[in-house]
């Protein structure tokens, strides 16, 4: 059926995740925040890699491995090259990894603040449902509730009961797909009755 407005929100989060740790020099838990550079030590043909993160009160360092005492033959020489040139793509990678952090730091801290690009993708005249695709350059902890209900003219209560109502579709389909963290490629649809709410909606969905 030709009745669909498909659009893709690419979702980029602003900061990346903080560990929380106990700094030697404020004597108390503090956020440490990515310096964006690695450090590398070889000793003989093995090599460590580093990111370093400093406290947000006073500078001091943790080392955040990358890998430990890998021989500089198994390392593939891109990979290698980035990390000699703390390319920032392959940092990112690294500063996002929030799982990968968290088995380093019991706690950390994350941030629900995202940039937001919208982009149609397809736009039927006579549209009656609207399909969200989510595209995640990084993983982010955000709820999709909160998303949807920051995007979109839709309260958090409003966005449960339509769902509830079959109203609202998720996929991967899970029952509370809304209380989850938003994923890359989760598909949100809208098929909603009321034809001025769904036209407020297609408005917001479309330009923020």
Same mark, same amino acid.
């Given at each position: 059926?030709?009745?669909?407005?498909?659009?893709?929100?690419?979702?980029?989060?602003? *900061?990346?995740?903080?560990?929380? +740790? $106990?700094?030697? !020099?404020?004597?108390?838990?503090k956020?440490?925040?990515?310096?964006? #550079?690695i450090r +590398?030590?070889?000793?003989?043909?093995?090599?460590?890699?580093?990111?370093?993160?400093?406290?947000?009160?006073?500078?001091? !360092?943790?080392? #955040?491995?990358?890998?430990?005492?890998?021989?500089?033959?198994?390392?593939?020489?891109?990979?290698l090259?980035?990390?000699?040139?703390?390319?920032?793509?392959?940092? $990112?990678?690294?500063?996002?990894?929030?799982?990968?952090?968290?088995?380093?730091?019991?706690?950390?801290?994350?941030?629900?603040?995202?940039?937001?690009?919208?982009?149609? %993708? =397809?736009?039927?005249?006579d549209?009656? =449902?609207?399909?969200? *695709? +989510?595209?995640?350059?990084?993983?982010?902890?955000?709820? %999709?509730?909160?998303? +949807?209900?920051?995007?979109?003219p839709?309260?958090?209560s409003?966005?449960?009961v339509?769902?509830?109502?079959?109203?609202?579709?998720?996929?991967?389909? =899970?029952?509370?797909?809304?209380?989850?963290?938003? =994923?890359?490629?989760?598909?949100? *649809?809208?098929?909603?009755?009321?034809?001025?709410?769904?036209? $407020?909606?297609?408005?917001? $969905?479309?330009?923020?």
């Amino acid at each position: 059926m030709c009745d669909i407005l498909h659009l893709e929100w690419t979702a980029t989060p602003k *900061t990346p995740p903080r560990p929380i +740790l $106990a700094c030697s !020099t404020c004597g108390v838990s503090k956020p440490f925040r990515s310096s964006g #550079r690695i450090r +590398l030590n070889a000793n003989g043909k093995r090599l460590d890699a580093w990111l370093i993160y400093r406290c947000v009160a006073c500078d001091g !360092t943790w080392n #955040r491995p990358v890998f430990e005492r890998q021989t500089i033959r198994a390392i593939d020489p891109d990979m290698l090259e980035a990390m000699q040139a703390s390319a920032p793509d392959f940092v $990112a990678r690294i500063e996002f990894d929030a799982l990968a952090l968290k088995a380093r730091a019991s706690r950390i801290e994350e941030s629900d603040e995202i940039d937001m690009r919208k982009t149609v %993708l =397809r736009h039927d005249a006579d549209w009656r =449902r609207i399909a969200i *695709t +989510l595209a995640l350059p990084h993983p982010t902890g955000l709820r %999709l509730d909160r998303l +949807l209900a920051a995007e979109l003219p839709l309260s958090r209560s409003r966005l449960q009961v339509l769902f509830d109502r079959q109203e609202i579709r998720v996929e991967p389909e =899970r029952k509370d797909a809304l209380k989850r963290g938003i =994923r890359d490629g989760t598909v949100v *649809t809208l098929d909603l009755r009321d034809e001025a709410e769904r036209l $407020a909606i297609g408005r917001a $969905a479309m330009d923020g």
